[in-house]
């Protein structure tokens, strides 16, 4: 079991580039979510899917899209990079009402 | 709002003193809540489920919802609990409110 994999760890965008940020998971859990991690602010909520087919947006969804093909899969698009968008990204993944397991995160840098 | 209210950004304390993370919320139902621990520049671990009444590495959390707590504590710190602790809500869906985390800070 690996749990949730996230790529790439490390990223630096020019601003107004794109790039995915890519998630999988192995342990066929419905729910997967993104967090966006800034100094002093938490975890915010980006985009979740409740299972294959099925996204919505959270608390801070501008700027990204997100799709969910598979249950292993959540990839994160980055549109048009902003610097404003420099922050560690998780992507997380649970079967319901027990938690998530959170990815190792990547770490983004748009300058 | 939904909110998740952890009021200190930094607790320190000396080996073997005892640890209270404070965790307040803004629901006035049955909320489901987590505790988090993120070590130096790693992934988020589970730490504990409000709902399973667990103790994991000495830590325990109970649910005040006359206050709409949800402190962390452990009777004696070790230096291994120097961590990022973050309190976090379910809001439906597995959409999980944090808070803005504490940092515990053991010192020898």
């Known amino acids: 079991n690996a749990g949730v994999t996230q790529t790439p760890k490390f990223q630096v965008l020019k601003t107004g580039q794109s790039m995915t940020l890519q998630c999988a998971q192995d342990?066929?859990?419905?729910?997967m979510s993104w967090y966006r991690q800034d100094p002093g602010m938490g975890l915010r909520l980006i985009h979740y899917?409740?299972?294959?087919?099925?996204?919505d947006q959270g608390e801070v969804p501008n700027g990204y899209n997100v799709s969910r093909s598979t249950t292993e899969d959540f990839p994160l698009r980055l549109l048009s990079a902003a610097p404003s968008q420099t922050s560690v990204y998780f992507c997380?993944?649970?079967?319901?009402?027990?938690?998530?397991?959170f990815g190792s995160g990547t770490r983004l840098t748009v300058v | 709002a939904q909110r998740v209210t952890q009021p200190e950004k930094l607790l320190s304390v000396f080996k073997g003193a005892p640890v209270e993370l404070k965790c307040n919320y803004s629901y006035s139902g049955s909320p489901e809540l987590f505790w988090y621990v993120q070590y130096s520049r790693q992934r988020l671990q589970l730490l504990l489920r409000h709902i399973s009444r667990e103790s994991i590495k000495g830590f325990t959390a109970d649910l005040n919802k006359g206050e709409t707590s949800f402190h962390l504590k452990k009777p004696f710190a070790q230096e291994e609990d120097s961590a990022m602790y973050y309190c976090?809500?379910?809001?439906?869906?597995?959409?999980?409110?944090f808070g803005t985390g504490t940092r515990l800070l053991v010192s020898p």
């Open positions: 342990m066929n859990h419905e729910y």
């Open positions: 976090a809500r379910n809001t439906g869906f597995q959409k999980l409110v």
């Open positions: 899917s409740v299972g294959a087919g099925i996204t």
């Open positions: 997380a993944s649970s079967p319901g009402n027990v938690g998530y397991t």
